[in-house]
């Protein structure tokens, strides 16, 4: 069993363009979500997976599993109104990764960062960088599911 380790921010300002970089296009879909439980397929150019979630907050349970891309799109329609379309952009922050969601279609304008860590003390020992903005961990309207679902929070 894997466990996702996550913190979640708004972005304030972009980093420049060369350390943002070309970035990957991504589209999920939320199939199921029930009970603080999500069932989302994820589909890039290079590869396709579906993926549990279960929990809230900066400890989460996620298992990945790699698809077809045909078994992808067979699943595709049945995410109807629980997408989100987004190019992922990764910046090197020292010994961590950010992964900047710059957000298309309806949530269009949205940038979102994460960062992953391999404990508690490191997630919490983490020195947010300047062009981080609000911290979003654990607040379930900005969800990707949530997004997907409901919208852009007005909050």
């Known amino acids: 069993m ?3 380790l996550e913190r979640k921010f708004m972005v304030g300002e972009l ?3 060369p350390q943002l970089g070309d970035g990957v296009r991504l589209r999920q879909g939320y199939l199921a979500e029930d009970n603080g ?3 989302r397929v ?3 150019d290079a590869v396709a997976v579906i993926t549990v979630k279960a929990g809230l907050g900066l400890s989460r349970t996620e298992v990945e599993c790699a698809i077809t ?3 992808a799109m067979s699943l595709w329609p049945f995410t109807q109104g629980r997408r989100v379309e987004k190019v992922r952009h990764r910046v090197a922050l020292g010994g961590h990764v950010a992964e900047v969601d710059l957000y298309d279609g309806a949530l269009a304008g949205l940038r979102i960062v994460e960062v992953e860590f391999e404990s508690e003390s490191a997630a ?5 960088p300047t062009w981080f903005g609000r ?3 654990g607040r379930s309207e900005w969800s990707n599911a949530a997004l997907a679902r409901d919208g852009r ?3």
């Open 135 to 137: 911290e979003l961990t």
């Open 2 to 4: 894997g466990i996702e």
């Open 15 to 17: 980093p420049a363009a």
């Open 153 to 155: 929070p007005d909050t």
């Open 42 to 44: 994820r589909i890039t």
């Open 37 to 39: 439980v999500e069932l």
């Open 124 to 128: 919490h020992g983490f020195e947010v």
């Open 69 to 71: 891309e045909a078994e």
